[in-house]
């Protein structure tokens, strides 16, 4: 008895690649999560005793862009941002977020992580602060964790 080879024919093949790529190439924007972070005066450095309290959201797409915000309670906001560095330390603003109530402040639409900031967002090493007349350095502060 001799044994049957059967193969794809050459057509299907292509076809079968071409799909594969079609939803891997879909899926890409679909990987942005988006990330909660609680923000306290606790994790200020130095830490601040404070009642404010705050939440934020983060979401990241695979093309680096960047959308979410904080809202707070318990203070006056004078300034809200995201800044680089890892937990422990201070580090530069990367992202001023735009006031919309009191309470709310969001990133602004259109705002892309440059490819450094992007991979220090990975590490963990970018945080909300947000500053007030009392605390001009930071009140309440989250590390943004992915």
């Known amino acids: 008895m001799q044994a049957i080879k059967v193969s794809t024919p050459v057509p299907l093949r292509a076809f079968a690649r ?11 924007p679909a990987l942005s999560q988006e990330i909660k972070v609680a923000l306290s005066g606790m994790q200020e450095i130095p ?10 959201t983060v979401n990241v797409g695979a ?3 960047l ?7 318990g ?8 800044h680089e560095a890892g937990p422990g330390k201070n580090g ?3 992202v001023p977020l735009t006031k919309v109530s009191d ?22 090493n970018l945080y909300f602060n947000i500053h007030s007349a009392a605390h001009k350095a930071g009140e309440i502060r989250g590390q943004i964790k992915p």
């Open 18 to 28: 071409a799909a594969i790529l079609l939803c891997a190439a879909w899926a890409g």
């Open 47 to 56: 830490p601040v005793t404070t009642a404010a309290t705050g939440t934020g």
């Open 92 to 94: 530069p603003i990367v």
């Open 63 to 65: 093309d680096k862009s």
């Open 103 to 124: 309470t709310v402040w969001n990133v602004p639409p259109g705002t892309k992580l440059t490819d450094a900031q992007y991979e220090s967002y990975r590490a963990g």
């Open 67 to 73: 959308s979410g915000g904080v809202t707070v309670a």
């Open 75 to 82: 203070l006056e906001v004078t300034a809200a941002h995201i």
